[in-house]
């Protein structure tokens, strides 16, 4: 890989401001191979020079893959001045300033989101060409019958006249159900039930093709992913 500037490089990786880790650098916070840096141009060799920012090792990661729990409450935004966004949930060692949400899903909708900074890859993973499976929980205001299943399973007609694809519905007891859909249209789960009759109480996501959200990552907690399982999802 050709050099970078060290400032460049620490700013891209760390999620850190060009100018407040260039404040670092004059104090003496970057560190390569062992000799203390204060030049902001000083270029570096990402894959092969030991870069250490404030005592800590700053790695080369072309991109960042990141899977949140997302809990009731947060909105699935980059940015927001008066609500908690996702991006508010992601720890400093896992921040980039380029990081951006795959998807969506409502404020009141929990379980899994992925963010990164690979463009290309959330593109393909929420084009409906790629067909990528997204498994949910819902849990509903009535009981559900058996005809759903043929229901859903034929492409349910939302009130405006779309006609989904054919979706997966399991039903787990009277007023639970997993609905496995492969496109994200605006609250589609909440509109699916709507056109039978039914409400969605609470709505959370388990699934996204073979990714699963792991019991252990509690609600508003974060796990980095894997490069050879984000292959797999696209």
Known sequence: MSKQRIDRFLSNQSGISRSEVRTGIKRG????????VRDFSYPIDPDNDAVFYNG???????????MLNKPAGVISASSDRRQKTVLDLVPDNMFRRELS???RLDKDTTGLILITDDGEFAHKCISPKSNIEKSYIAELDGDL??????KF??????????????AEIEIIDKRRARVVITEGKYHQIKRMFGAV?????????ERIGELSLPENLLPGECAEIDKKVINSLI
Request: charged share 20%.
């Open 29 to 36: 916070l970057a560190v390569v191979n062992g000799e203390t």
């Open 197 to 205: 009759g039914l409400g969605v109480n609470k709505l959370h996501r």
């Open 153 to 166: 399973s034929n492409g349910i007609v939302l009130a405006d006249g779309y006609c989904c694809k054919p």
């Open 145 to 150: 019958q058996n005809s759903i299943i043929e």
């Open 56 to 66: 800590v090792q700053v790695k080369y990661k072309e991109f960042i893959y990141i």
């Open 101 to 103: 949400v795959v998807g």
